[in-house]
């Protein structure tokens, strides 16, 4: 298995640098991006001037009773996903069955769609370019795309804790890394010490290695994958007297609501409790069961095709 040499401007490298290698330190920085933001994004779909949900509207054209025949999502991309194992996407069902109770005309992320970004290469590009910078994947002579999507089989890292996480245009599962909790953490006795972040930064060195340019939008510390996004705001809207629709606050408190309950069921039942209990429903491990897909094309949506 090929070891990328870390470069010095790789993003990735730089929070593990700053966490001082430390699991734990890595873990509260994935873990304060996430409650931190999800603070921010309630108190601004709370406030009284919130305008409504930010429509997605090229998923609307391309999906839902707005949908446009022939419409094609003109941004063409090339990623590099983890695709989550049978539990997680059980997981995913019964979250996306508590958000669809209160929010009917939300737009789920089909089950054989889901994923997290370990890197995004390119995005918002012609298929033309698309396809030159997969000729310079393939013609690597330093590293063959089997070595980058295969890279985690020999290098797992464990993501933990999974917590909705949320703004104005779309909803995720988001996790943390691990940091040596459970049976696992303790008998493999190295605490986690090789983390998701890990592995993000070696995927970037490796597909530097490729030849190929990165240009990512994606270095913050998140491990999500979304699960639903806002393509009207039907559901959300009430008749005033001059006979126009504005916002409904009621309606949109009682999205957030279900997403706070959402967190408590998902906190009480799947994270490792302060008895020692260990869910294993909960934990997914990166590399366990599958490779990681480079996938090109029209993808924003869980589309696109495998190289």
């Not at 089909?110 to 995005?123: F, M, Q």
Request: charge should be negative; charged fraction near 25%; aromatic fraction near 8%.
């Amino acid at each position: 298995m090929i070891t990328p040499s870390i470069s010095e401007d790789n993003p990735f490298q730089v929070l593990i640098a700053e966490s001082n290698n430390d699991p734990t330190q890595l873990q509260s920085r994935y873990e304060t991006h996430r409650t931190n933001r999800n603070a921010q994004q309630k108190a601004k779909i709370l406030a009284e001037d919130f305008p409504g949900w930010s429509i997605d509207e090229i998923l609307r054209r391309l999906d839902g009773p707005a949908k446009e025949e022939g419409y094609l999502d003109p941004r063409n991309c090339l990623v590099i996903w983890a695709r989550p194992p049978p539990h997680i996407r059980d997981l995913i069902a019964f979250v996306q069955s508590e958000l669809k109770d209160v929010a009917p005309s939300i737009w789920l992320m089909p089950p054989g769609n889901l994923h997290t970004t370990v890197l995004e290469v390119a995005h918002s590009l012609t298929a033309e370019q698309i396809l030159e910078l997969v000729q310079t994947l393939k013609s690597s002579k330093n590293v063959t795309e089997k070595n980058i999507s295969g890279y985690p089989l020999k290098h797992q890292s464990r993501l933990l804790k999974p917590m909705v996480s949320f703004d104005s245009a779309a909803l995720a599962l988001s996790f943390v890394p691990a940091a040596g909790e459970g049976p696992a953490g303790v008998s493999e006795g190295h605490g986690d010490q090789y983390t998701y972040h890990h592995l993000r930064r070696d995927i970037f060195d490796l597909v530097r290695q490729t030849g190929l340019p990165v240009a990512s939008r994606y270095i913050v510390p998140s491990a999500h994958i979304t699960i639903a996004r806002f393509i009207t705001r039907d559901g959300f809207l009430v008749d005033q007297a001059e006979g126009r629709e504005v916002i409904d606050p009621a309606r949109v408190k009682l999205l957030v609501d279900r997403i706070g309950r959402i967190n408590e069921i998902l906190e009480s039942r799947y994270w490792p409790q302060s008895d020692g209990s260990y869910p294993k429903e909960g934990e997914w491990v990166v590399g366990q069961d599958q490779a990681l897909v480079i996938r090109r094309g029209r993808l924003w949506y869980g589309g696109g095709q495998d190289i």
